[in-house]
């Protein structure tokens, strides 16, 4: 049985993305978790917040307490997650962020969700209005300026909206997108689900690409 090693840059497991990537992948692999705060308490997490030029993350606990990091504090212990996965047998090591990250140390391939995420929406967009949801206001700026350069769409919007927060915000946030009148909507973060996608879907009336599936589907495709 194939192994994949899955790493958070929350706490794992997560049980709140896990199961839908099992949903695409089958379930005849060995799925093993680790995360960049595991073994934190939430006040040692909220040292880790970004200050003003820090690359801004959002992630969950283990609770699902939503937490806002800056992606310096956690390159060390992301790494130290890919070696104790590696270690334990996993023969793919797949991360759960659609964040830049540099890259880790590892015998094996490392799928990261912004690169496969990017390459599709790069190849579908070119001359299209596209909108971007990410989870907080303060990803708005990194985000407008990533896709821009990323893609040749003719123009981008970026709305905030948490995938860990209260359902009638992502509501109103679809809405918004709405009324921008993209063509085609990407959902760039591993947090929002199947069932978010469904729902900005319908409001919007337009195509949407979720990170989750996306990444699910290439994984699939490597296992």
């Not at 896990?18 to 909220?46: C, F, K, N, S, W």
């Not at 085609?184 to 409001?203: H, N, S």
Request: some cysteine; charged content about 20%; overall charge neutral.
């Amino acid at each position: 049985m194939k192994k994949l090693g899955l790493i958070t840059i929350g706490q794992s497991p997560r049980i709140d993305v896990v199961p839908e990537i099992r949903q695409i992948t089958g379930h005849g692999i060995e799925v093993m978790e680790g995360g960049a705060l595991d073994g934190l308490t939430l006040d040692e997490v909220r040292k880790l917040y970004p200050e003003p030029g820090d690359y801004v993350l959002i992630t969950r606990m283990k609770d699902g307490t939503q937490v806002k990091i800056a992606e310096k504090h956690i390159l060390a212990r992301m790494q130290d997650r890919v070696t104790e996965l590696v270690d334990r047998g996993a023969d793919l090591i797949g991360l759960l962020c659609t964040g830049e990250f540099p890259p880790f140390k590892c015998d094996k391939l490392i799928v990261k969700p912004q690169t496969v995420l990017a390459g599709v929406v790069a190849a579908v967009v070119p001359g299209l209005r596209l909108a971007v949801f990410t989870p907080d206001a303060d990803q708005v700026p990194q985000a407008a300026a990533r896709w821009s350069a990323q893609t040749q769409a003719s123009a981008v919007h970026v709305e905030p909206a948490s995938p860990y927060g209260a359902a009638d915000a992502l509501t109103a946030a679809a809405r918004n997108v709405k009324a921008w009148s993209p063509d085609i909507v990407v959902m760039d973060c591993m947090g929002y689900t199947l069932g978010m996608k469904a729902e900005v879907a319908e409001i919007t009336g337009k195509p949407v690409i979720l990170a989750r599936s996306i990444f699910a589907r290439v994984m699939a495709e490597l296992l």
